[in-house]
């Protein structure tokens, strides 16, 4: 009995036609990622058990008023002594949130600052308790300062206390400006942070293609050459209902209502609280410098 013939197709393969086909790339990095702790963060010098000055510095709309919210909320939630001051004169932010905020007076006019801010500091050295200042973007206060007293880092730390400065960048090279003023004044921190804030990225990229060129820049390789810590601060994808009930973050993720009628629903609620999850982490490394 003759075998059933087989009509299937044959087909001649030619040098690039027997490969696997490539396959469509589906779900991609084209939309926002969760905030996520950096893998492996840093490890800064030890300031545990001394007095802080931590001057928070940064352009305007870089994230710097999020960032100092933040520290200002984990320590007095640590019941740690802190005075509190807010310098930026086109944001009054850090005031608005946070209670016992303390602003000069007169704060469009420079010379009114920096005596406002020259007596508080001496106020903190004599109480022998720790300071947050808030800087605006374009605040000459501490540069003038950082003039007038050049040995402003080691008289502190005569007295026992460490001067911490914090840096908030966007992936802008612009951003680095109040940083490298600093460094041609010769201000030289006992420890210091750049803070790099994701949630400046553009939509679809990555942190590590985003502020490439920033952590590549000559400002950027000094200050780490110096002892400066980079660290990610993960964008807060519910800022704005934050914003609108101007709570504190652990407010938020506790269900007040703040300024509105009702509190964060249960999705920006989680969303707020895995935020404060990553920024513990990713500043984990310099976690001694904050309280």
Do not use: C
Not at 220 to 235: H, L, Q, W
């Amino acid at each position: 009995m003759p075998e059933p013939k087989d009509n299937t197709p044959e087909f001649t393969f030619g040098p690039d036609e027997g490969a696997a086909p490539t396959e469509m790339e589906l779900g991609g990095s084209t939309g926002p990622t969760a905030p996520s702790a950096s893998p492996t963060p840093l490890t800064g010098i030890d300031l545990s058990g001394r007095h802080k000055i931590i001057f928070w510095v940064g352009r305007g709309k870089t994230g710097k008023t999020t960032g100092i919210r933040w520290l200002a909320e984990k320590t007095l939630m640590n019941g740690t002594p802190l005075l509190m001051a807010d310098l930026d004169t086109t944001n009054d932010t850090f005031s608005r949130y946070i209670d016992k905020v303390a602003r000069p007076p007169e704060t469009a006019d420079p010379s009114l600052s920096l005596k406002w801010l020259d007596r508080l500091l001496q106020h903190s050295l004599a109480q022998k308790i720790s300071t947050l200042v808030d800087l605006g973007g374009g605040d000459t206060t501490l540069r003038r300062l950082a003039v007038e007293l050049p040995d402003l880092v080691a008289l502190f730390e005569a007295q026992g206390f460490a001067v911490v400065l914090f840096h908030t960048v966007g992936p802008q090279e612009e951003d680095l400006s109040p940083l490298a003023t600093l460094q041609r004044l010769g201000f030289k921190p006992t420890a210091s942070s750049i803070i790099l804030n994701e949630a400046m990225m553009d939509v679809g990229e990555t942190r590590d293609t985003e502020f490439a060129r920033i952590l590549r820049h000559s400002v950027v390789r000094r200050a780490i050459g110096e002892g400066a810590v980079p660290v990610f601060m993960p964008k807060l994808f519910a800022a704005q209902q934050v914003e609108i009930r101007r709570l504190r973050f652990h407010d938020a993720v506790a269900g007040k209502t703040g300024r509105a009628d009702t509190p964060l629903g249960p999705f920006d609620r989680a969303r707020v609280r895995l935020w404060l999850e990553a920024m513990d982490s990713n500043f984990a490394g310099i976690s001694s410098w904050l309280t």
